[in-house]
Structures are given as C-alpha cells and as structure tokens.
C-alpha cells in the first residue's frame, strides 16, 4: 500500500527557532510534493509545492526533496507562535489530482 | 473569487440513514477531490471528478459516491450510515491535474 509517513509530534519549538518537518513517501516513482497547514479547527491550505530534487524556498519557509532517498522535508525559520498548527505532507501517486496525505506533524512554537 | 463552498458546515444522522454533501468549487476549478478526515486515519481520499467523470477512486465501500455537475457543483452521498463514518468531509477544487488543492470548511457529519 502506497504510505506517507511522518511523525505525529508535537514537535516544540522556541519563536525564533528554526523547525524541522519530515516525511518520508513509499511510492518510488511519485513526481509531485506538498506541504499543507491546517490550524485548530480549519481546513488545511497548500503552503509549498516541490517537484524537483533540491531545495525551493519561499519566505520563511524552505521544502527540500530527496527522491533518491524518498524523503520530504519542511524547515520554517524564525518560527512565529502563528505557525502552531499540524503540517500535512502530500504526495501526488495516483495521478491526476489525487493526493495521499501523511497524518500531520503538529507544531508548537512558543513565545 | 468566491472559495470553496461546502453545505451543510454539519450535521448529525442516525445509523442507517443517509446523507448528500455538496461542494460548489472556486469559479473556473473544473476538478473537484473529496477527501474524509478523521483523528486516526487521517486524510484519506474519497473519489475525483473532473469534467463530471469520476476519475480516480480511493478505497471506501461502495456506500460511498458521488456526482458532479455540468457547472463542476459536486455532491458526495453516503448511504446506510455506520457509526465510524463519523468524521469532518472535505471537498477540494483545483485548475488542472497538480495538487494544489483549493479546500473548502468541510461538513462535519456526526452519526449517532
């Protein structure tokens, strides 16, 4: 079964910090990568996209994608208490639109 | 522009009822995905329709299904409701085949 992984935290960071997020995909030959955020209480809502090997950065916020090593990663710098939330991995697998989402990693950044 | 718009926002059925969700994706969106969100699953994707044909389609019973309109309006039904289809049902429009979804506030659906 086609799985995304990652850990559930919560992952405590100070504000000011740099936070790490993580998930690893089982699907080898998945081409499309995305981290979405979901507050307490809301819908989640796309924050990056990666689908190139490498690093692609947008504010504060970095994604980084190792295909070989079938791994995705977040880093928000300079974490702010407003980015307490649960981050969503993506995976496009099934083609078209179909996402295969990890469970979340909740994010606590504290002032 | 108008985002996702999901009706009912909730609602709460019996056991062995069953229910309709729509979904009236962002104006020009032609691709619509349902996902059901639940504390221990997860997201997990339900079904896609693009242009009113279903798609792709994820592993729920065939209690579950769903429709879209010739104007992309999507509605989802379940039928004969089990106490573990409990949970919040998110609908998402996007332009074209990427994943960057566009969501909606969900139907949170409780049964009893």
Known sequence: ?111 | KAGVTQTPRYLIKTRGQQVTLSCSPISGHRSVSWYQQTPGQGLQFLFEYFSETQRNKGNFPGRFSGRQFSNSRSEMNVSTLELGDSALYLCASSTRNTGELFFGEGSRLTVL
Request: aromatic letters at 10%.
């Open chain 1, 1 to 111: 079964q086609k799985e995304v992984e990652q850990n559930s935290g919560p992952l405590s960071v100070p504000e000011g910090a740099i936070a790490s997020l993580n998930c690893t995909y089982s699907d080898r030959v998945s081409q499309s990568f995305f981290w979405y955020r979901q507050y307490s209480g809301k819908s989640p809502e796309l924050i990056m996209s990666i689908y190139s090997n490498g690093d692609k950065e947008d504010g504060r916020f970095t994604a980084q994608l190792n295909k070989a090593s079938q791994y995705v990663s977040l880093l928000i710098r300079d974490s702010q208490p407003s980015d307490s939330a649960t981050y969503l991995c993506a995976v496009m697998m099934g083609g078209y639109s179909t996402l295969t989402f990890g469970k979340g990693t909740m994010l606590l950044v504290s002032p």
